[in-house]
């Protein structure tokens, strides 16, 4: 039912999603061909959004250079990192990920929505992440997979532009479901009307002010803590993260590879994996986070830290979180006790990690999307 709504509500790319029923990957000047058309606003008002993500991350960049050559400090560019790798990853795994996409926990309040949301800078427009992430979990690593590890590293660098945008052309009722992924996040949808004008639910004037504000806010509270030092050292600093989610899903995928480690990743339905840097620092274990994607936390093992399900617990101390779902009992249960059983017998566990139990990454994004969006006939 849902499974051909995720698979129509993105943007086709000019070379498809596959050739004579399989995935393709296309050549890197067919991604480049593309990626200007969506970048050429001369063609197209709705190229907007794909625009905006470069040039919110582009604007970081005179900060940087203000840092370097007028305020370099060496304590501040430490705090700068700090911020961006840890910081900046938690808070969007927390807002972006756990919350927006999968809807792992409910906020008690829109306060508490507001102040996760505004919690660091804002970079990524909730709908250029949550309906392409959705997608991503039904269709991992196949023809449709906005940032298939298959289809190069270029391929899913470029993805915001390329393959995560909605389409043009959605009809009033798959519009209809595409607001209510998001309406949830405290984004203001356009018409239908908007939408055929601008090319998306989110509006141009809105997602600027909202951004300009929170950037205005953020500088002033550093600046007033240490400076200009300060404040250019963590927006310039922010870059890094900023290009550096570009190339996730990559890494996290193995760059195309099957670098499964037994006893580390358990999920063997897609090629994913628990990377301990990036685990370390946001808590996105991802191997562990597509077997079970509507989790509170994805940091099941003892020495897997992390650090968005600590600020999840955080705001649910302070009253801010009145449900949230959580998936490690049953981990443990279902996937490591038996792994280690098995280990201490010297038995060979085949197939030990696609127990019936899995809450696999496709059955969820699509159980996720059914409950969220129920399939209504297009007119």
Known sequence: MSAPFLHRVLETPSYGWERDGAFYKPTTRE???????????????????????????????????????KFFSWTYLFVGLAYAL???????????????????????HPFYRFVIRNLTLR????????????VHHAFTEQAGDP????????????????????????????????????????????SYEQYQRWGSVCHPARL????????????????????HSLACAIFGMSAVWAIGIRDFNYDAHGCGKDKRVDGVDFNRKDISINQFFAGTVSGEWH?????????????????QLDTAYGLILLTK?????????????????????PYQEAK????????????????????????????????TSSP
Request: overall charge neutral.
């Open 287 to 303: 191997n562990n986070h597509h077997m079970f994607p509507g989790g509170v936390r994805s940091g099941f093992l003892w020495w």
């Open 86 to 108: 840890v910081g900046l990853g938690t808070v969007n795994i927390m807002w972006l990920h756990r919350y927006c996409t999968h809807r792992a926990f409910a906020f008690s």
């Open 123 to 134: 970079l990524v427009p909730e709908e250029v992440y949550v309906v392409s992430h959705h």
């Open 344 to 375: 201490r017998k010297g038995i060979a566990l085949e197939n030990a990690n696609d127990g019936d139990d899995a809450v696999t990454s496709r059955e969820a994004a699509i159980a996720e999307v059914e409950t969220i969006t129920p399939e």
């Open 31 to 69: 991604i480049m061909a593309h990626w200007w058309t969506r970048m050429n606003l001369f063609q197209t008002r709705k190229n907007w959004l794909p625009v905006t993500g470069w040039v919110w991350t582009l604007a970081l960049a005179p900060f940087l250079v203000l840092f370097f050559t």
């Open 317 to 337: 101390l302070f009253g801010g979180i009145s449900s949230m779902r959580d998936y490690k009992s049953r981990f443990v249960e279902r996937y490591v006790v």
């Open 208 to 227: 600027y002010a909202h951004f300009a504000l929170n950037w205005a806010f953020w500088y002033g509270a550093f600046y007033l803590i240490g400076g």
């Open 147 to 190: 940032y298939n590890a298959y289809g190069g590293r270029l391929y899913c660098f470029l993805a915001g532009e390329l393959h995560q945008p909605i389409r043009r052309d959605l009809s009033p009722s798959d519009y209809k479901r595409v607001v209510q992924m998001v309406d949830h996040t405290g984004v203001i949808p356009n």
